[in-house]
């Protein structure tokens, strides 16, 4: 992974902690006892399936919803987050899948809607482009001009003009929403890229992917949500994917897994408590391994014993 550098006359710290959040909607409780922390210029990928909380923990933060149970710091305060202005306020940015731009303005009004330069009673339009420009320039965004609609861009510089458009007000925390979904492989890059110029200039960055390629290419930290709860913290430097994926899907859970924990070096087979009742051991002694979920192995009848026409009782053939 490349090296962060924080922004000048800021040490990297720890940003935002969230403590035993909770949050329930009706009878379903979306999210129970989670943690979760996000330091300067460090990227975490907050990853899980789908149902496991991520939106939720994520709009909490944004100030969409407030949170039934647990406490928010920001910058070692205690905060409530009770609208998304407040959020914006102490610094923290969100940008969803639908990423909110307005398809019929160009990049310089996208970027500056609700917060334009006034030069006198007049729009400063070329203090906004210059500035568009500038900022645009840090990113290394790869858009031809800042004087087009929006709608003839492609994904990637729709994604880009969205980043672009949260850095406007300086935040400590940039939340990006499935980032790379639905763009192509350059787009893709373009994308992470971009991530990675934001941890260069010292934001923190809050992944949602369910790309664990992108997440292996840009993360320092991958945060697992399981069913609403923590189900894992994983440094990306001593981890793989596939570990990712078991702690995602619960696959790791069983009892073969925990077999081969306790013995190391040894590959966990099922034994004769993993066969199901009723089911007899093949002549050769292999079994097939048993569902990851504990459920029932359903072995198909051996050819011997396959029910012969003249085996029917009712006379028919």
Same mark, same amino acid.
């Given at each position: 992974m490349s090296m962060t550098h924080p922004r000048?006359?800021?040490? $990297?710290?720890?940003?935002?902690?969230? =403590?035993?959040?909770?949050?329930r909607f009706g009878a379903v409780r979306a999210l129970t006892d989670v943690d979760f922390w996000v330091d300067e210029g460090e990227v975490v990928a907050l990853v899980g399936d789908n149902g496991a909380g991520k939106s939720t923990l994520v709009k909490v933060l944004a100030g969409v919803h407030?949170? @039934?149970?647990?406490?928010?710091?920001?910058?070692? @305060?205690?905060?409530?987050? #009770?609208?998304?202005?407040?959020?914006? &306020?102490? #610094?923290? &940015?969100?940008?969803?899948?639908d990423l909110a731009l307005c398809d019929?303005? @160009?990049?310089?009004?996208?970027?500056?809607?609700?917060?334009?330069?006034?030069?006198?009673?007049?729009?400063?339009?070329?203090?906004?482009?210059? =500035?568009?420009?500038?900022? +645009? $320039?840090? +990113?290394? !965004?790869?858009?031809?001009?800042?004087?087009?609609?929006?709608?003839?861009l492609s994904g990637g510089q729709r994604q880009t003009v969205a980043i672009a458009r949260s850095l406007i007000g300086d935040p400590r925390v940039v939340i990006l929403d499935e980032p790379t979904a639905a763009l192509g492989v350059a787009q893709t890059a373009e994308v992470l890229n971009l991530i990675e110029r934001l941890r260069e200039r010292g934001h923190g960055v809050i992944l949602i992917s369910h790309n664990m390629a992108d997440v292996m290419a840009?993360? @320092? =930290?991958?945060?697992?949500?399981? +069913?609403?709860?923590?189900? #894992?913290?994983?440094?990306?430097?001593?981890?793989? %994917? &596939?570990? +990712?994926?078991?702690?995602?899907? #619960? !696959?790791?859970?069983?009892?073969? %897994?925990?077999?081969a924990a306790e013995r190391p070096g040894l590959v966990a087979t099922p034994s004769d408590a993993d066969v199901p009742a009723g089911v007899d051991d093949d002549?050769?002694?292999?079994? &097939?391994a048993p569902p990851t979920g504990g459920g029932t192995v359903i072995r198909m009848p051996q050819t011997g014993a396959r029910r012969k026409p003249g085996d029917r009782t009712d006379g028919r053939r």
């Open positions: 000048a006359g800021r040490p $990297r710290e720890r940003v935002l902690t969230m =403590r035993g959040i909770g949050k407030p949170p @039934d149970a647990g406490t928010i710091e920001f910058d070692g @305060d205690l905060v409530q987050i #009770g609208s998304p202005a407040d959020a914006q &306020e102490l #610094g923290i &940015e969100t940008i969803f899948q019929n303005l @160009d990049v310089v009004a996208n970027l500056w809607l609700g917060r334009e330069l006034i030069d006198g009673a007049t729009l400063d339009e070329v203090d906004m482009e210059q =500035r568009t420009w500038t900022l +645009l $320039r840090e +990113l290394s !965004a790869k858009i031809p001009s800042v004087r087009v609609p929006v709608a003839s840009v993360a @320092d =930290r991958v945060v697992v949500l399981r +069913l609403g709860r923590n189900n #894992g913290v994983y440094n990306v430097a001593d981890v793989t %994917s &596939e570990t +990712l994926i078991a702690a995602i899907t #619960g !696959a790791a859970d069983n009892a073969a %897994s925990r077999r002549a050769d002694g292999d079994h &097939e």
